[in-house]
């Protein structure tokens, strides 16, 4: 199987303290942070591919390019969606959007690339070496 155009993905949580804008250091209000709505809609995406990968593959995000429209409360739950729009070899681009119980309260593209696992951590492990 391989990654294609119309794969889809979803993930979801509950706002609550430890995801909250004041708890990521990106504000000081009790919302849902963008940085984790960013997550969440990482999530969608890569649970989306994982099935079409090869044993000792995954996918990596390189771009992230949202907006976040309105802010949720703790208590809610929210939710993001992505689907891939576009393969390209190794790359692969997704719409996603992320929800509330109230409606869309985020939306935009994604990109990730296809890596061999092992390939990519001894890549990051050699900028440890002296």
């Known amino acids: 199987m391989s990654v294609t155009v119309g794969m889809k993905g979803r993930a979801e949580a509950e706002v609550n303290d430890q995801n909250t804008a004041m708890s990521a250091g990106s504000g ?12 969440l809609m990482e999530k969608a995406s890569w649970t989306a591919v994982a099935p079409a990968l090869a044993q000792g593959e995954s996918t990596v995000g390189t771009k992230l390019n949202i907006s976040h429209l309105s802010a949720t409360p703790v208590g809610l739950k ?37 890596v061999t696992d092992q390939r990519f951590l001894d890549k990051a492990a050699r900028k440890l070496e002296g």
């Open 78 to 114: 929210v939710w993001a969606e992505s689907e891939v729009t576009a393969v390209d070899g190794k790359r692969i681009e997704l719409k996603v959007a992320a929800y509330d119980e109230k409606g869309l309260i985020g939306e935009g593209t994604h990109e990730r690339f296809i």
């Open 28 to 39: 000081t209000l009790p919302v849902f942070a963008t940085p984790w709505m960013c997550a």
